[in-house]
């Protein structure tokens, strides 16, 4: 079974849109913790975001913004404004502390932000 | 500060060489994993070291691939012989004091002919 499922394959948007980007875990651990990675078109990762699984807080951070639930095990991730230079590949992971800290990537969310 | 390092960054071999991926973690950092990515089965995780120690090897797909940290500073991801199949991104990661928070290299991208 997927233990992360970013449904949306790709998204496309014109600037100045918002833009939710949605992941959905699947876990047994009772901590673990969530992380977005942006990956550009130059290819690299860029780490965004971690959260540990004792905080639901939602977080915000200039125009990113995280919506932790683990009523329906999700952790979306929104975009308030998009800019071009958002354009990206976007992952989120999970990490489970019980099973020797092993890291799981979604497939990604390719998103395409039009001028 | 100088983040991972991974060399070469760009790869090309024909099928049956053996190919060599460096990587130099963050100065400081106890944990190193290596990852490949590809279209068909996104990104996977190898094999992760602690303080130069494999703890997890069970991402590595066969026998071909082999991993090792001389030191705390230096990793190699060795594959041979190499196969068409294998063409893939292979990303370097590192962190401290736990897996939770890895800072990734640039990636190499290895394509076997």
């Known amino acids: 079974a997927q233990k992360v499922t970013q449904a949306q394959t790709e998204i496309s948007v014109v600037e100045k849109e918002d833009v939710t980007l949605d992941c959905v875990y699947e876990t047994r651990d009772t901590t673990y913790y969530l992380f977005w990675y942006k990956q550009p078109p130059s290819g690299e990762l860029v780490f965004l975001i971690r959260?540990?699984?004792?905080?639901?807080q939602n977080e915000i951070s200039g125009r990113y913004s995280w919506n932790f639930q683990k009523s329906t095990s999700s952790f979306n991730f929104t975009i308030t404004a998009s800019q071009v230079v958002d354009s990206a590949v976007y992952f989120c992971a999970l990490s489970e502390t019980y099973n020797f800290n092993k890291f799981y990537f979604g497939s990604g969310t390719k998103l395409n932000v039009k001028p | 500060d100088a983040g991972v390092i991974q060399s070469p960054r760009h790869e090309v071999t024909e099928m049956g060489q053996e190919v060599t991926l460096r990587c130099k973690p963050i100065s400081g950092h106890d944990y190193l994993f290596w990852y490949r990515q590809t279209m068909m089965r996104g990104l996977e995780l190898l094999i992760y070291?602690?303080?130069?120690?494999?703890?997890?090897d069970s991402g590595m797909p066969e026998d071909r691939f082999s991993a090792k940290m001389p030191n705390a500073s230096f990793s190699t991801l060795k594959i041979q012989p190499s196969e068409p199949r294998d063409s893939a991104v292979y990303f370097c990661?590192?962190?401290?004091?736990?897996?939770?928070?890895?800072?990734f290299g640039p990636g190499t991208r290895l394509l076997v002919l």
């Open positions: 959260r540990n699984s004792f905080d639901e």
């Open positions: 990661a590192s962190s401290i004091g736990g897996p939770e928070t890895q800072y």
């Open positions: 070291f602690n303080n130069n120690v494999p703890i997890d």
